[in-house]
């Protein structure tokens, strides 16, 4: 309940626009906690957004799929969190 949506933004599937937009996210909304990213290409870019401004911002980041940059940044503690799909039973 004390949860609140303050934006919805669009990573266009790209590392580097998910990172940017992270990054602008982050600096326009300073409360803001958390990320939940739709696909694997935008968790890596929200991922080098925190590891960029994190010590200034932390931020929770929950990310989709489980390829390997995913994986290992939820290895180092840059993701919290992913959600795996069943590829094969979608």
């Known amino acids: 309940?004390?949860?609140q949506i303050v934006e919805v933004a669009d990573g266009h599937g790209d590392a580097m626009v998910s990172r940017d937009e992270t990054?602008?996210?982050?600096k326009e909304h300073?409360?803001?906690?958390?990320?939940?990213v739709t696909e694997a290409t935008g968790g890596a870019g929200a991922g080098e957004a925190v590891?960029?401004?994190g010590d200034r911002?932390?931020?929770q980041i929950i990310s989709f799929d489980t390829n390997k940059t995913t994986l290992d940044m939820?290895?180092?503690?840059?993701?919290?969190?992913?959600?795996?799909q069943g590829t094969w039973n979608m």
């Open 57 to 59: 911002h932390p931020l």
């Open 30 to 36: 300073p409360e803001l906690a958390g990320i939940f």
């Open 74 to 84: 939820i290895k180092n503690g840059t993701i919290s969190a992913t959600i795996a």
């Open 23 to 26: 990054i602008r996210m982050m």
């Open 51 to 53: 590891q960029t401004l």
């Open 1 to 3: 309940p004390s949860m």
